[in-house]
């Protein structure tokens, strides 16, 4: 079992800056590769960045690309999403994931074993 636990969402103005966190517990994070997606009113949750096992391999959804970074600390149990140039479409309850599909980013909901409870960002235009 993993817990994860999201922190760092707030409110923020368009153009503006977040770091989120996210905390894991429980099995070590080593074992899973691990993801963030997002979910807004009405909408599907979607796939925003991975990580891989080992933190060789990222990925990131195009509307995303160039703007967040998604990085692990094996050490510390963590995995981080900075987020930069953010647009009011960001604005949604980001979730972070653990998959056990090993030393691979993956990109599909279905895939990840653990989820975390999420952290709302909003960004206001």
């Known amino acids: 079992q993993v817990q994860l636990v999201e922190s760092g969402g707030g409110l923020v103005q368009a153009g503006g800056s977040l770091k989120l966190s996210c905390a894991a517990s429980?099995?070590?994070?080593?074992?899973?590769?691990l993801g963030w997606f997002r979910q807004a009113p009405g909408k599907e949750r979607e796939f925003v960045a991975a990580i891989s096992r080992s933190g060789r391999t990222t990925d990131y959804a195009a509307s995303v690309k160039g703007r967040f970074t998604i990085s692990r600390d094996n050490a510390k149990n963590t995995v981080d999403l900075q987020m930069n140039s953010l647009k009011p479409e960001d604005t949604a309850v980001y979730y972070c994931?653990?998959?056990?599909?090993?030393?691979?980013?993956?990109?599909?909901?279905?895939?990840?074993?653990?989820w975390g409870q999420g952290t709302q960002v909003t960004v206001s235009s």
């Open positions: 994931a653990a998959s056990g599909w090993g030393d691979v980013v993956v990109i599909t909901p279905a895939e990840y074993n653990y």
């Open positions: 429980g099995r070590t994070v080593t074992r899973y590769a």
